[in-house]
């Protein structure tokens, strides 16, 4: 029988025991030596697996972190509104991993748990416990402190309870990638405008507002409160602004006519995004008042242009034609006054037309004598027509007359429902013709002499009176004649008869004047200084001449006539 080699048999004990730290598991071997006997050995080994941390799933865009919905500066989150992340990671040890997303690029693991963020840094949101493989999530509610822009950094961590170990940092990629945006409202703490504006002018509106989010912010001034999502006015608008980095404006020309009065208008303030401010300045009334202006008269007439020319004893209609404008609509004038003077009397001060107690037929016509009558009324302009009643004995002003450097004038005011007047005076007068007329009477008849009964040789004793009446507007004298040599019975045919010579007549201005004393009447035109004066008001004026005849012996018995021209002269100025 072959002897056992003992020592290379202890020899190789020594060298397994030598090798076990080193193997990655335990493992039990048998050695058979060549001898008929076998001895066996059982020996242990031992590894330790390390802790790896997990890593984000790199099958983009599914495991990569990203925010679902993307946040980005054209699509901003609103605050108080989330912004949800998400991510997949895969952990080579089998553990389940912790999502966490920080504001830097820093995170200390928490055996057991998610990631802490560095200190200093914001804590977006973590996951709950989330199995390897499967998708982890969180959100965060955005809040007002938070800026526009906002960097996030994603990491996993393990949940190791002994020794939790985090991946490196990941920012997604893309639109959904880090940052996220925050859209916050402008700030809008201000408005004012310029008016009160009148029709025609233009109000402006300035607001005090700026949006933090590097966005540019308008104005909108509407007629109604309230304002769509899309930035609009819902009620119509007075103006929009441009969109402009800070302290908008908009102006509203205010059309001719407008009414005046105050009209409201709510101011609202929005970014590009259209967020609307918040506070109390927006949606407020930043209303405008538009003004009472005072009416024009750009247009007048009197009288055609033309003289005017009186009617004997009666008043004349005399027109007074005006275009009135008002900016507030000619529906806003309310009184419309016309005044007719002579130009010397004029319508300001106090002795002037415009004061009611210089109204005088003579040279002033106003108030009920002067009627006034919208005729049409569009837009700003409405058309008038005054009519002023002037009586027979208003003041001349041609040449003869005591006033011929003057003319007559009229003024025009009118006057709105705001109490505003204006007056324009016409800029070209109208003389006022001169109106020589009187009428004659003689007790019993009218422009009739009655010589009564008279036999021949005899003659009038007294003389009859003949009255002659002043019914224009200037003094007067007369002259007397007639056209015809007799007076007979069957005149003017005079073949019958005894005529009587027109010669035969005499006149006087003297009441005590006798036949004997009075001018002989012939056919030629005679003047006699009467001296008759103007009138100066409804009251007669007038004075007598006085009337003889001779009867010649042997005129024949009947009813003679005759004719006799009395006509008037203009009265020289001193005896008016």
């Known amino acids: 029988m072959k002897k056992k080699n003992i020592f290379s048999g202890k020899l190789l004990k020594i060298c397994l025991l030598l090798l076990l730290p080193v193997l990655a598991v335990t493992s039990f071997f048998i050695f058979k030596t060549k001898a008929q006997t076998a001895d066996t050995e059982t020996i242990t080994t031992h590894v330790t697996v390390g802790n790896t941390p997990p890593a984000f799933k790199s099958t983009a865009p599914t495991g990569f972190p990203k925010e679902n919905t993307a946040s980005t500066a054209t ?10 992340f998400r991510a997949t990671a895969i952990d080579d040890n089998g553990e389940s991993y912790f999502l966490t997303i920080c504001s830097t690029n820093s995170i200390t693991p928490v055996n057991g748990s998610a990631g802490n963020c560095a200190s200093g840094a914001k804590t977006y949101c973590k996951s709950t416990s989330t199995t390897s493989g499967s998708q982890a999530s969180c959100s965060y509610t955005t809040l007002a402190g938070d800026p526009w822009s906002n960097d996030w950094y994603a990491f996993v961590c393990d949940s ?11 920012q997604g ?16 703490t ?10 025609g002018q233009t109000v402006t509106w300035t607001a005090t507002a700026s949006d933090s989010d590097e966005q540019q912010v308008k104005l909108l001034v509407c007629k109604t409160a309230g304002i769509t999502a899309a930035g609009a006015c819902t009620g119509g608008a007075w103006c929009t602004s441009s969109n402009v980095d800070s302290n908008p404006s908009c102006s509203h020309s205010v059309p001719v006519p407008t009414v005046a009065g105050t009209n409201n208008a709510y101011v609202y303030v929005v970014d590009t995004l259209n967020t609307p401010a918040t506070g109390t300045t927006q949606g407020s009334n930043s209303s405008f008042v538009v003004s009472n202006v005072a009416p024009t008269i750009p247009t007048i007439t009197l009288n055609g242009g033309q003289p005017i020319t009186l009617t004997e004893s009666d008043e004349t209609p005399v027109l007074i034609t005006a275009s009135v404008v008002d900016n507030n609509g000619c529906s806003t004038l309310s009184t419309i ?8 009397v004029g319508y300001s001060g106090a002795t002037g037309c415009g004061t009611a107690a210089n109204a005088n037929d003579n040279n002033c016509y106003r108030d009920t004598k002067v009627t006034c009558v919208r005729n049409s009324c569009a837009g700003t302009t409405a058309q008038y027509t005054c009519t002023a009643n002037i009586q027979y004995f208003a003041d001349p002003t041609t040449t003869g007359t005591k006033f011929p450097a003057e003319n007559w004038l009229t003024t025009v005011k009118a006057t709105d429902s705001g109490s505003l007047s204006t007056n324009t005076e016409i800029t070209t007068g109208v003389e006022m013709n001169a109106l020589l007329a009187f009428d004659v009477s003689s007790s019993p008849a009218e422009k009739s002499i009655e010589f009564g009964n008279l036999d021949p040789g005899a003659s009038s004793a007294p003389l009859v009176p003949l009255t002659t009446r002043a019914t224009g507007n200037v003094g007067l004298d007369q002259s007397h004649h007639s056209t015809n040599a007799n007076m007979c019975t069957n005149f003017p045919g005079c073949t019958g008869g005894t ?4 010669t035969n007549q005499r006149y006087s201005i003297l009441s005590s004047a006798t036949y004997a ?5 012939g056919t030629t035109a005679n003047e006699v200084e009467l001296n008759v004066n103007k009138p100066t008001s409804t009251t007669a004026v007038e004075k007598k001449t006085y009337w003889g005849i001779l009867i010649p012996t042997g005129t024949l018995p009947g009813s003679y006539s005759g004719v006799n021209t009395i006509t008037a002269i203009l009265g020289e100025i001193a005896d008016w």
């Open 517 to 521: 004393s009075a001018t002989p009447l």
């Open 173 to 188: 990629s893309g639109d959904s990638g880090s940052p996220f945006f925050v859209s916050h409202p402008p700030a809008f």
């Open 499 to 502: 005529p009587i010579p027109i």
């Open 75 to 84: 699509v901003p989150t609103a605050i108080g509104s989330a912004v949800n």
């Open 337 to 344: 006054e016309g005044y007719i003077y002579r130009s010397g």
């Open 160 to 170: 190791n309870s002994t020794a939790s170990t985090c991946s490196a940092s990941h």
């Open 190 to 199: 201000a408005i004012t405008n310029n008016s009160p504006v009148n029709p």
